[in-house]
């Protein structure tokens, strides 16, 4: 795939000392649907920095965990570990803020001081990743960080919040937190996590979806796992697109395989016939193969997600994921 030529340097930070990078707080760029423009400004050859590091840094990890499965052995270095316990600490935070009783069924207020605890020791949060000599770049990545849990005002989660999460991984291999050999470990160990304690967040606190498109879109809140789930199928001896809507072939998989984790969540948060409550996953279970599965999902998230005003206006920039457009030198 030709986005997949263009990836992003895990170890760019080694080539330039990290005092020649003036890091910035990224702000929001995109303010009306003409702004798209600067996002995907006239392929050159793929828009922006950020869009083309965005999408390279997916690509590269859908190549990387193709065919392999949840359990395969792979590498964990200390970045990964610390990142891991960063999510832990987000998740213990959920059990210290319990539920508050209020008439709305929806949208839990406790969120809001969760969210809120969250704001203010993200920047601390990061540090902990980050070593010191890097220490500038947290405040700009710490702000994916916080985008990437939901929004404290409408309580809602969407796959623009899972984006801010990928940007802020993205972010840690541009500055060579994370690193080329870490690439398996980022999606199975480290979004893998993310997930697990995005759902906790999505049950505990009732959040709703952002911008679904009820019956007619993917999934109400994730769309990466779907990405990255269906690469790691690619190939399989047995499993075949067709077996995901089948509850034994998914009970007996799923902690194997990221997609069928995702369709085990779906069936347990959604009741009646699954064609009717997930059309767009009912239809995806009769294409005839995990790589024909893959690239149509790839095509979707360009379309559905990083092409889409209502998810993009969102997206901040910075000086690691800049608005401005790719050059041809």
């Known amino acids: 795939m030709a986005e997949g030529e263009r990836q992003p340097p895990p170890d760019s930070s080694e080539e330039a000392p990290p005092a020649t990078q003036n890091f910035i707080i990224p702000k929001k760029e995109i303010h009306t649907v003409p702004d798209m423009g600067k996002w995907k400004r006239s392929q050159v050859p793929f828009g922006t920095v950020a869009y083309a590091d965005y999408i390279g840094f997916i690509l590269t990890l859908n190549e990387g965990v193709k065919g392999k499965k949840l359990t395969f052995e792979y590498r964990v270095s ?8 960063l999510l832990n600490t987000l998740d213990r935070w959920i059990d210290e803020t319990p539920p508050v009783d209020q008439p709305s069924r929806f949208g839990n207020k406790a969120y809001r001081t969760w969210y809120a605890k969250l704001d203010e020791e993200a920047e601390n949060l990061v540090a902990t990743v980050v070593p010191t ?7 700009e990545v710490a702000v994916y960080l916080k985008e990437s849990v939901g929004n404290s005002t409408r309580i809602d989660y969407g796959t623009g919040h899972e984006a801010a999460f990928a940007a802020f991984l993205c972010c840690l291999c541009k500055i060579g937190v994370l690193r080329v050999d870490d690439q398996i470990a980022i999606v199975f160990k480290v979004f ?17 979806p952002a911008g679904s498109q009820g019956v007619w879109g993917l999934d109400d809140f994730q769309f990466l796992p779907f990405i990255w789930g269906s690469s790691q199928l690619i190939d399989h001896p047995y499993l075949e697109p067709r077996h995901f809507v089948d509850e034994k072939a998914v009970n007996e998989n799923h902690k194997d395989y990221m997609f069928l984790e995702c369709i085990l969540f779906i069936t347990e ?6 064609a009717e409550h997930s059309n767009q996953l009912w ?3 009769a294409v005839p193969s995990w790589s024909k599965v893959n690239q149509g999902l790839i095509r979707m998230y360009k379309a559905e997600c990083l092409e889409k005003f209502p998810v993009i206006q969102h997206f901040k920039f ?4 800049p608005i401005h457009p790719v050059t041809s030198g």
């Open 78 to 85: 200390e970045a990964i570990e610390k990142l891991v316990a």
């Open 133 to 139: 000599h890097l220490a500038a770049a947290v405040p």
């Open 192 to 208: 893998n996590r993310y997930l697990e304690v995005m759902r906790k967040l999505q049950k505990t606190y009732r959040m709703e």
């Open 269 to 274: 948060m959604k009741t009646g016939p699954f």
């Open 283 to 285: 239809n995806i279970s």
């Open 318 to 321: 910075g000086s690691l994921l």
